[in-house]
């Protein structure tokens, strides 16, 4: 059973940039993805990695702004987020699956996350304008 834990979020203005940590025990699993939920909101997935990190997905807001990444060696998986806007202000949580779970996402749009039984306790990112 794969373990994770986020790390990275912050307060930010409006247009900076954060970089979200998320170690996986004891290996990467085979489709790792960031989540985000907002007071009052849905959670929504902001971006998934898998293929051994060859194939990506994110949400349509968050495109050409968020970039997941992964690095094998150190089982970790990253979200950096640039640009970032009041809007992205929410918790963000790390989440792993099987591939299955990265394969419906690219067919059917961003997970709500319930195909996925492993998750973070989650780390706060706050976007003042």
């Known amino acids: 059973q794969v373990q994770v834990v986020e790390s990275g979020g912050g307060s930010v203005h409006s247009g900076g940039s954060l970089r979200l940590s998320c170690v996986a025990s004891p290996v990467i699993d085979s489709c790792m993805a960031w989540f985000r939920q907002a007071p009052g909101k849905q959670r929504e997935g902001v971006a998934a990695?898998?293929?051994?990190?060859?194939?990506?997905l994110y949400l349509d807001s968050v495109k050409g702004r968020f970039t997941i990444s992964q690095d094998n060696g150190k089982n970790t998986v990253y979200l950096q987020m640039n640009n970032l806007k009041p809007e992205d202000t929410a918790m963000y949580y790390c989440a792993a699956s099987t591939l299955q779970a990265c394969n419906h996402w690219s067919l059917a749009g961003p997970e709500r996350g319930t195909r996925f039984d492993t998750w973070g306790q989650g780390t706060q990112v706050t976007v003042s304008s």
């Open positions: 990695i898998y293929a051994g990190g060859q194939r990506t």
